[in-house]
Nanobody, 127 residues
Framework: QVQLVESGGGLVQAGGSLRLSCAAS????????MGWFRQAPGKEREFVSA????????YYTISVKGRFTISRDNAKNTVYLQMNSLKPEDTAVYYC????????????????????WGQGTQVTVSS
């Protein structure tokens, strides 16, 4: 059983930056694909970014590409999401999630393969 705890959310003005962290425990962190999802009020949860077990393959939804960077430190069992040039439409609860490696790459852009989820951290971007 993997436990995931996000941190780093907050209130920021448009154009600002935040760095989210997700600390994992209880499993073999280095074997998991790690993902970030978000859910805005009244909307469905959507994929944001994901990273292969070794950090060699990254995925981004088009709306954040060039602004967000996902990374991981397997020695610290932590995955990060650096968010720059934030926009009001980035406002959401951000969740990290862990999935077993081995699925076809495209599947990691959906929530299906992710077995473990954090409780979420609120990101609010003011205009």
């Amino acid at each position: 059983q993997v436990q995931l705890v996000e941190s780093g959310g907050g209130l920021v003005q448009a154009g600002g930056s935040l760095r989210l962290s997700c600390a994992a425990s209880g499993g073999t962190f280095s074997s998991y694909v790690m993902g970030w999802f978000r859910q805005a009020p009244g909307k469905e949860r959507e994929f944001v970014s994901a990273l292969s077990w070794d950090g060699g393959i990254t995925y981004y939804t088009i709306s954040v590409k060039g602004r967000f960077t996902i990374s991981r430190d397997n020695a610290k069992n932590t995955v990060y999401l650096q968010m720059n040039s934030l926009k009001p439409e980035d406002t959401a609860v951000y969740y990290c999630a862990a999935a077993k490696s081995g699925y076809a790459r495209g599947r990691y852009l959906n929530s299906g393969p992710y077995d473990y989820w954090g409780q979420g951290t609120q990101v609010t971007v003011s205009s």
